[in-house]
């Protein structure tokens, strides 16, 4: 069984840094890309970052320049350090990981944590 487990979420306001973690556990054979998602009220879930197994990089324009993602592959967890935050950044942040089982067909599925919430105020 597999868990994504995420920390680090919290209040803080405008203009201060957070940093996210998450950690994959269980049977695990590979992890592909890892990633951060948010999803405020009354809006859909939304991609933050991705981080490929080689660490190459992807953020939403609204994140860019402030928010790095990062991994460390050893330890199977991703990170996300979220600087000048501002009030829209306020949402429950998902971790995403597409990785592998040590089950055949060895397939690779998408796995979620149960999200953190990161409160920014104004």
């Known amino acids: 069984q597999v868990q994504l487990v995420e920390s680090g979420g919290g209040l803080v306001q405008a203009g201060g840094s957070l940093r996210l973690s998450c950690a994959a556990s269980?049977?695990?054979?590979?992890?592909?890309?890892m990633g951060w998602y948010r999803q405020a009220p009354g809006k859909q879930r939304e991609l933050v970052a991705v981080i490929t197994s080689g660490g190459s990089t992807n953020y939403a324009d609204s994140v860019k320049g402030r928010f790095t993602i990062s991994r460390d592959n050893a330890k199977n967890t991703v990170y996300l350090q979220m600087n000048s935050l501002k009030p829209e950044d306020t949402a429950v942040y998902y971790c995403?990981?597409?990785?592998?089982?040590?089950?055949?067909?060895?397939?690779?599925?998408?796995?979620w944590g149960q999200g953190t919430q990161v409160t920014v105020s104004s």
């Open positions: 995403n990981a597409e990785l592998v089982v040590p089950v055949i067909p060895f397939q690779a599925s998408a796995y």
């Open positions: 269980g049977r695990i054979f590979s992890i592909n890309a």
